[in-house]
């Protein structure tokens, strides 16, 4: 008897069909994300869930008798409640490695937009702003052989310094929750402490997983020590960052830029502060949205989830948080 489950937003064909194989397959037909309410009153015989993001706690889990394996359509796992998990012996899986150079190409993008001011000045293009006489007015920052901090230095964190070291001739700092002697060695590297690493770098790309330990990592403390020509990327997750102190430091000229993939609430209100910034670029959380990854993604996580439902331990399980 195949083991029944649900599945929360459309995957791709090839996914869907080897889950099909697999598994009696549930799914949300609706446009956009399927509304937490309507979740819940659909897991009453799932024993698998294919998610990308949703709450995965306590009422979830009560909804959800039968359930044995949440499997995430994304490296990122803070909306897994581990202990509820554990606790009803729910096993969580996601999917890393896959997509550390795609998230680590949108990073560099994201370095390049805010020090040569791209978004901005395309629209300046546009808007038919642009004056034969105009100089200084259009003068951005460097990015080669600058000073990149990474803070988070994982799969997603050495791609990036990969980049910078190598196609940037860029200097690599980073602070981490250890050190890594081997990407230090690779890479030239110098683990400096958080705020040695606020004072040093130029450029500083967070890249943690959000953690109760990461919540709020970057705030006023540490835009104060930035420079003032620093530029401050985040791809993470929102609530890493304490966005009002980063709104005051944009505003007061305490940083020079930023770039933003993530924000804490998301889809970001139209009427956020940081939206009306010409020095802030901001993305709709698409570190990792390319075909190729999302569908490589998506079957990674459809073959976690079918492995742990035949009983076997799939080589992506989550066991703590990181
Ligand atoms: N914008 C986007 O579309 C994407 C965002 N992400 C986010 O990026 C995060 C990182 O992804 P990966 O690099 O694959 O994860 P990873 O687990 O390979 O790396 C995370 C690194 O952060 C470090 N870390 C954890 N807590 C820390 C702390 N308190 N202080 C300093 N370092 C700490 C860990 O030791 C680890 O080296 C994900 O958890 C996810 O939230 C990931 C993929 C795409
Ligand atoms: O994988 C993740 O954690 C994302 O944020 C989207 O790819």
Known sequence: MKPTIFVTRPVPEEAE???????????????????????????????????????????LLDHAPRLRAVSNISVGYNNFDLAAMKARGIIGTNTPEVLNDTVADLIMGLILSAARRIPELDRYVKEGRWQRSDDEIL???DVHHKKLGIVGMGGIGEAVARRGKFGFGMSVLYHNRHRKPEAEAALDASYLTLPELMREAD???????????????????????????????????GATVDESALVEALKSGQIYGAGLDVFEHEPVASDHPLLTMPNVVTLPHIGSATEHTRNQMAMIAAQNLVLALKGHTPPNVVRELK
């Open 203 to 237: 450029f500083i790309v967070l890249m943690t997983p959000l953690t109760p330990e990461t919540k709020g990592l970057i705030g006023a403390a540490e835009f104060a020590l930035m420079k003032e020509t620093a530029i401050f990327i985040n791809a993470s997750r």
């Open 139 to 141: 003068f951005g920052l």
């Open 17 to 59: 069909a080897y889950l099909r194989e697999h598994c009696l397959v549930d799914k949300w037909e609706g446009d956009g994300p399927v509304p937490r309410d309507r979740l819940l009153e659909r897991l009453g015989n799932a024993e698998g869930l294919l998610t990308s993001g949703g709450k995965i706690d306590a009422e």
